[in-house]
């Protein structure tokens, strides 16, 4: 996978979500993810009705995208930047040797420093992945 860099997106089903079998956009935020050990992703839902009432009390911690912006997304779409993944190379190559991964066009990088400035301002995502994108 030697497609990685800090705006790649991919589409897969991971069990951290509910229901764990559907599919969801992932996005990388490393500044250099080849040379990391972990990924740090943050994931879009098309709920974002649903997004905004639960992140109310964490104003700037979400980020939407249009469909304008991003041309996969279909539709609006927001990331509740509350939530960070972190998945390691070798999880997405299994993945996606066993074809449970398909890559998406690149975010753009405009798209992906307000992502980071809104994980940045969250006080509920762990310190250490926090000081990532500082």
């Known amino acids: 996978m030697n497609t990685i860099s800090v705006h790649s997106v991919y589409y897969f089903a991971d069990s ?3 229901p764990a079998t559907d599919s969801h956009y992932f996005i990388v935020l490393n500044s250099n993810p080849l040379a990391d050990t972990v990924l740090y ?8 009705e649903k997004v905004r009432r639960m992140r109310q009390i964490h104003p700037g911690t979400t980020v939407e995208i249009d469909p304008n912006t991003y041309n996969d997304f ?5 990331v509740d930047c509350n939530v960070v993944f972190e998945k390691s190379i070798t999880e997405l190559v299994q993945k996606h040797d066993r074809g449970q991964l398909r890559f998406k ?5 405009n798209v992906i420093e307000r992502l980071r400035a809104a994980v940045i ?3 509920v995502v762990e310190d250490y992945i926090r000081d990532k994108f500082i």
């Open 16 to 18: 951290c979500l509910d």
């Open 105 to 109: 066009a690149d975010m753009p990088m």
């Open 74 to 78: 279909r539709v609006l779409s927001i």
């Open 121 to 123: 301002e969250s006080v």
């Open 41 to 48: 992703l943050v994931c879009a839902s098309s709920q974002v």
